[in-house]
């Protein structure tokens, strides 16, 4: 199935305010609240909204600081990179992990309390990862930007 218009709009909107009303939705994208509903349920069911979630403030729930870790391993064969991959999933703090072109081979989203709590999780999962030759690990000092809206044209 394609999107048209109207489903685009629904998706931008729900992607700004995952809670609004299908009442408000409807009235945001103008369609009635009953053919709304029906598309929603559609692009549910279709795999195109995956979830609904809230987005927590980091610094409230005590993790401000951001880390991102480049990890290269010693090879490339699939049980390699298996391993790895369900070792990498399995830690809670990781909250990313993305299989890399160019000099890195993975590169994670590390959220943590402060560099004392970074080095705690470095030594109780990362240097455990299996199949590490390198890591590098860098501060975010600032976010200046952060979505997690696609955009949907």
Not at 112 to 130: K, M, N, S, V
């Amino acid at each position: 199935m394609s999107l048209d218009a109207t489903d685009k709009r629904i998706l931008s909107a729900l992607q700004k305010s995952g809670r609004m009303s299908n009442s408000a939705l409807s009235d945001a994208v103008n369609l009635s609240p009953s053919a709304c509903h029906r598309r929603v349920q559609r692009l549910e069911t279709e795999g195109y909204i995956r979830d609904y979630v809230a987005l927590l403030d980091a610094r409230k729930v005590g993790v401000p600081s951001t880390v991102f870790v480049e990890i290269t391993l010693r090879g490339q064969a699939d049980d390699v990179l298996d391993a790895f991959e369900k070792s990498v999933a399995r830690i809670p703090d990781v909250l990313e992990c993305h299989l890399m072109a160019g000099s890195a081979d993975y590169l994670l989203k590390v959220v943590a309390e402060d560099t004392e709590d970074f080095a705690r999780i470095h030594r109780q999962y990362l240097a455990r990862l299996p199949g590490v030759a390198q890591m590098q690990s860098s501060f975010a000092l600032r976010t200046v930007f952060k979505t997690t809206a696609l955009p949907v044209t």
